[in-house]
C-alpha cells in the first residue's frame, strides 16, 4: 500500500493507494419506509425542507435550524382479523432550534411544523394520521459562546435571531459548525445491492404492494453474506383490515417467502439465499406481526433521529461508517449532513474513475472552512489513480457545497 500526503489549502489529504479490499463476509441491515427511525428520519428531513424553503421565499435565505433531534413515541392499538383501530395516539416530539423571525417578520414556525408532520403521516401512515399528539420542544436560544460585555452584543445572541439576512455568517463564509466526521464507500458488492431491493420491494411503492395491500411498510431485514451464500432474516407486517383469519396471514407469508426466492434467483443466482420471516410469530397462539397500520410505531415502538439506516441507505457495520444523525440538519453548513452526502458521492465517482474500492473520511474542525476539511483520508484499492487527479476530483466535491444545499433543499436529498 502507498500513502501520499500533501497539504491541500489549509486541509491534509491522505491518498492511500493500493489498499486492501473489503473482506468478502458482508453483514447489512436496511430499515424500511415504515419503520419508527427511518420515520423519524424523514420527517426529520421533511420538517427541515420546509422550513429552509419557506425562509428561503420570504427573506432570501435559509435560516437557522435543526430538526434532528426529533423523535417518535409509539401510541396503542388494537388488533383483530379483518378489522382494528388505535387506541392511543403517536406523540410526536418536535425537538431542535430555529429562528422564530427575521427583522421583527414573525416564522410561523409551530404552523409550518404542525401541516408538514399532518401531511407526512398522511402520505406515510394514513391509518395514523388522524392519530398525533404533537409536542413542541422548539428554542430559538444562541449557541455556546455568546459573552456577555458592556456595551457589545455578541453575533451569537443573534444566531437564531437575525436583524436581517446580514447577520448570517454564512452569507460571508461558510464555517463548519461542529467537529465531525462524513463517511463514504463504494461500490455495493450485489448482496448488499440486494437487502436495498429487497426491503423497497415490501415497503414502498411496487407492483408487489399495490398488488398486496395488506403489506405493512414496516419492514427490516439483517442479511449475513460469506461470499457465496446468504441468511436473510426478515420482518414483514401484515395490515389487519386485510387479513381475515389466521390461514390468510399464513397465506400472506408464503407469497412473501416467494416473492423473496423469485428476486434471489434473479439478483443472486448462483448463490443459495436462507430466508427466515417474522421468526417471532407463534401460530397456535395467533401471535403474529399483524398491525393496524402497517408500522409497530402504533403499539409502543419509538423511533429517533440517527438510529436508524445511514445516508446511502444501509447500515453495514463491517463497512466504514459514523453515527452521525444526518436527517433534520441544517442544509447549508451541519457537516453532519454534507459531508456525509459528499464522502458519498466523492467515493462513488473515484469508483467509476478507477475501479477497485474507495472509501473517502472528510473531517471538520468547528469554525473553518466548510469547504476546507481539517483532514481528509482516500483510501483506494487500486493502485493506479495518480495523486493530482485524486486532489482534482476532492477539490470539486468541496466547492459544490452551495449546489449540493440547494438540491437539498429544492429537490429532496433521499437519505436513508
Avoid at 8 to 28: K, Y
Avoid at 57 to 75: C, V, Y
Avoid at 148 to 176: C, H, I, K, Q
Avoid at 214 to 241: E, H, I, N, R
Wanted: charged share 20%; proline share 5%; with cysteine.
Amino acid at each position: 500500500m502507498q500513502s501520499t500526503s500533501t497539504t491541500f489549502g489549509p486541509s491534509h489529504l491522505v491518498i492511500e493507494t493500493g489498499a486492501p479490499r473489503p473482506q468478502s463476509t458482508t453483514i447489512v441491515e436496511r430499515k424500511g419506509l415504515g419503520h419508527p427511525d427511518t420515520l423519524a428520519d424523514h420527517l426529520a428531513e421533511r420538517l427541515s425542507q420546509v422550513y429552509s424553503q419557506y425562509t428561503f421565499e420570504h427573506f432570501g435565505a435559509i435560516l437557522h435550524h435543526n430538526f434532528d433531534k426529533l423523535a417518535l413515541l409509539g401510541g396503542a392499538s388494537e388488533v383483530r382479523y379483518g378489522a382494528g383501530k388505535m387506541t392511543s395516539p403517536v406523540r410526536v416530539l418536535i425537538n431542535g432550534r430555529a429562528a422564530a423571525s427575521c427583522g421583527g417578520e414573525e416564522i410561523p414556525v409551530e404552523m409550518l411544523v404542525e401541516s408538514a408532520v399532518h401531511a407526512f403521516f398522511a402520505e406515510r401512515l394514513p391509518e395514523a394520521a388522524g392519530h398525533l399528539d404533537l409536542r413542541f420542544h422548539i428554542t430559538a436560544n444562541s449557541s455556546p459562546g455568546a459573552v456577555l460585555t458592556d456595551g457589545a452584543e455578541a453575533e451569537r445572541t443573534r444566531w437564531f435571531a437575525p436583524r436581517s439576512v446580514e447577520d448570517l455568517r454564512e452569507r460571508r463564509v461558510l464555517l463548519a459548525n461542529d467537529t465531525s466526521l462524513g463517511t463514504g464507500w463504494a461500490p455495493e458488492n450485489a448482496f448488499e445491492s440486494f437487502v436495498r431491493e429487497l426491503v423497497d420491494h415490501f415497503s414502498g411503492a411496487s407492483p408487489f404492494t399495490s398488488a398486496n395491500p395488506w403489506c405493512g411498510s414496516d419492514v427490516k431485514l439483517m442479511g449475513y453474506w460469506d461470499g457465496s451464500a446468504a441468511d436473510v432474516v426478515l420482518c414483514v407486517p401484515q395490515k389487519s383490515s386485510h387479513v381475515s383469519s389466521r390461514a390468510c396471514y399464513l397465506d400472506n407469508k408464503h407469497t412473501v417467502l416467494g416473492e423473496c426466492e423469485r428476486l434471489a434467483s434473479l439478483r443472486l443466482p448462483d448463490a443459495p439465499v436462507r430466508f427466515r420471516l417474522n421468526v417471532r410469530d407463534v401460530p397456535e397462539k395467533d401471535e403474529f406481526y399483524l398491525t393496524y397500520t402497517g408500522s409497530s410505531i402504533e403499539s409502543g415502538d419509538e423511533g429517533v433521529v440517527g438510529r436508524g439506516n445511514r445516508v446511502n441507505g444501509l447500515i453495514t457495520p463491517l463497512r466504514p461508517m459514523n453515527m452521525e444523525g444526518a436527517n433534520g440538519k441544517n442544509p447549508v453548513y451541519h457537516v453532519g449532513k454534507l459531508y456525509n452526502l459528499a464522502a458519498t458521492r466523492l467515493a462513488r465517482r473515484l469508483h467509476t474513475e478507477y475501479g477497485g474500492h474507495a472509501e473517502v473520511h472528510l473531517v471538520s474542525a468547528t469554525g473553518e472552512r466548510l469547504d476546507r476539511p481539517w483532514r481528509i483520508l482516500v483510501r483506494l484499492s487500486t493502485d493506479t489513480a495518480q495523486p493530482d487527479q485524486v486532489q482534482e476530483l476532492v477539490a470539486e466535491t468541496l466547492a459544490a457545497f452551495p449546489a449540493l444545499t440547494e438540491e437539498i433543499v429544492q429537490h429532496g436529498v433521499v437519505m436513508s
